[in-house]
């Protein structure tokens, strides 16, 4: 189990902190933007729900938790010296790995004395008068910020339990989202796992070498590929810290923000012998070989249903039992359409005796009751039902919040069409008010590590821009954000990925408005754009003149 670490910096109760810049959120995006401001001497603090550092990655400990980005891209790229100083045991590091870096750079840089932990925003509401974010906690504390940071994240919301009777069980639920720091022991045990995502394909095979019976509930199946994960040779690791500068760059100018390599090629340049040759071997490459071995698989609807049917046909070499791998196959909206997903050993799970499909496309789930789930057709006794049900993604966090921008105006109404901002970085109606990570940026199609530093670097220019020009608040235009969410819409159009039914597009959660509202030019293009903004002056953005934006009150 990881050590836990609370540091918990407060004020008297009931005292108001007066501050530069309040960070919400110390996951990747929040440690980092803490460290930069911190450099210009601004008076900052943060806040975290968690009892550590770490995001996501503090409350994901469930069994087989591991990163399906390669370690040496997800990891900071800022300091050298934390780059030479750490070293990736494996290609694809598992959550407790990740959660050590985690401490290891809160610990290089003592960011845990300026973030109060356990603590959580209930209301982020902008003083038009004082010109200042006034912030209240769940334990009571007041905050008065000239710059609101929101590092909140896209999954850090696990979505409501949408089963009737979840309350009635007599046995134990677990949610992957928010599991447990201690151990849970399912030898011997009847489990019931609940989703077949990311979480719950990784969760499966582990589960299934103790469980005594597991019955895997799958609502929507996932096309899944095989991580390929394995240690990284001490010599390699060598090359890599040596080539940091050179791997960062290229990361840095590709499209996903990762070296993992992207082919130019579109799939019908190919013939027909050679691309099943290159298919072949990007399934043995495993990881996400296959997606980038041709260009144009998210947007040629014909090739990306050849690649598709290719990925069933590998169901039917692993799984022996022929309904069994059917039921298992995805059909019905695009490969890579829906979060890729690698695996360590899931279809091979279920040729154990132990482990039962139940398809819930053909029987679905009518209820929990206090011995099981019930589905349509059966009763299913459990002595323990793991949620891996997913996340209310990419506006969840923010919308959590009681958010009032100038006027009281609300962000749940400016949202209840769908998320809109400027880059994913501002909003129009919310002056001083900042997302790392937003829902309108590359966000789920990025390395996530990577966006977050550009995305903090850039709010740290914004924030010296108006310091040196003596500007107290920035504010995204409306024509700006018209003009930024009509671009994110019309690139939308070209891709394949809205045609699936996805956290992508909140399709995942009852009511949410279906929109995707995710940049998908790619991270490089994405760079250049905040960029470029940035060297016209902040164009799409208004001032306010006023008092020096460094002081406090």
């Not at 209310?392 to 209840?416: I, N, P």
Request: with cysteine; proline share 5%; glycine share 10%.
């Amino acid at each position: 189990m990881d050590d836990e670490v609370e540091v918990q910096p407060r004020p008297g109760a009931g005292e108001t902190q007066y501050i530069d810049a309040l960070v919400i959120g110390a996951g990747f995006g929040g440690m980092y933007m803490l460290h930069r401001l911190r450099e210009r001497q601004l008076t900052v603090r943060g806040i975290e729900a968690g009892g550590d550092v770490g995001g996501t990655w503090y409350w994901n400990r469930y069994p087989g938790a591991r990163c399906d980005v390669m370690s040496i891209d997800y990891s900071y790229s800022f300091s050298d010296e934390i780059q030479q100083e750490w070293t990736w045991s494996e290609r694809f590091a598992e959550g407790q790995e990740i959660r050590a870096y985690q401490r290891f750079v809160a610990d290089k840089l003592d960011l845990r004395r300026d973030i109060q932990f356990n603590t959580r925003a209930q209301s982020v509401a902008y003083d038009d008068a004082k010109q200042r974010w006034i912030v209240e906690t769940d334990r009571g504390d007041r905050f008065e910020a000239i710059y609101c940071i929101m590092a909140t994240g896209p999954l850090s919301v696990p979505k409501d339990v949408d089963i009737p009777g979840v309350e009635t069980f007599d046995g134990q639920i677990y949610l992957s989202g928010k599991w447990p720091h201690e151990a849970v022991d399912f030898k011997g045990l009847r489990v019931g796992v609940v989703g077949t995502g990311s979480s719950g394909i990784q969760i499966v095979p582990v589960v299934a070498e103790d469980a005594q019976e597991l019955f895997v509930f799958q609502r929507t199946p996932s096309f899944s590929m095989p991580m390929r994960n394995g240690p990284i040779d001490a010599d390699y690791m060598a090359q890599v810290k040596a080539n940091y500068p050179a791997l960062r760059a290229a990361a840095k100018s590709s499209y996903s923000g990762g070296v993992r390599s992207i082919s130019s090629r579109p799939f019908f340049s190919v013939p027909v012998a050679e691309r099943e040759e290159l298919l072949q071997d990007a399934w043995r490459r495993g990881a996400l070989a296959l997606m980038g071995t041709f260009s144009d698989l998210l947007s040629n609807a014909a090739a990306n249903e050849i690649v598709a049917e290719f990925v069933r046909g590998k169901i039917d070499e692993v799984v022996e039992d022929p309904e069994t791998a059917e039921r298992l196959k995805p059909r019905g909206y695009p490969i890579f359409a829906r979060r890729p997903v690698l695996d360590t050993n899931y279809y091979e799970a279920f040729n154990r005796p132990n482990v039962k499909l139940v398809d819930c496309l053909t029987d679905p789930i009518a209820e929990i009751t206090p011995t099981g789930i019930r589905t349509n057709a059966r009763r299913i006794d459990l002595d323990i039902i793991i949620l891996a049900t997913g996340y209310d993604g990419l506006t969840g966090a923010m919308l959590a919040v009681e958010m009032t921008g100038r006027g009281g105006r609300r962000l749940k109404d400016k949202w209840a069409a769908g998320s809109k901002s400027y880059l994913g970085l501002a909003m129009e109606g919310f002056p001083n008010l900042f997302i790392i990570a937003g829902a309108n940026g590359p966000s789920a199609f990025a390395n996530f590590v990577i966006l977050n530093e550009q995305n903090a670097e850039w709010i740290l220019d914004c924030i010296d821009y108006m310091r040196a020009h003596d500007l107290t608040t920035i504010e995204a235009t409306t024509a700006a954000e018209t003009e930024w969410m009509a671009a994110v819409s019309s690139l939308a159009q070209t891709s394949l990925i809205p045609r699936a039914n996805t956290w992508y597009t909140g399709a995942n959660i009852p009511g949410k408005p279906r929109v995707f509202g995710i940049y998908t030019g790619g991270f490089n293009r994405y760079r250049e754009i905040c960029a470029q903004v940035a060297s016209e002056g902040y164009r799409g953005f208004t001032f306010e003149p006023g008092q020096k934006a460094a002081k406090t009150g």
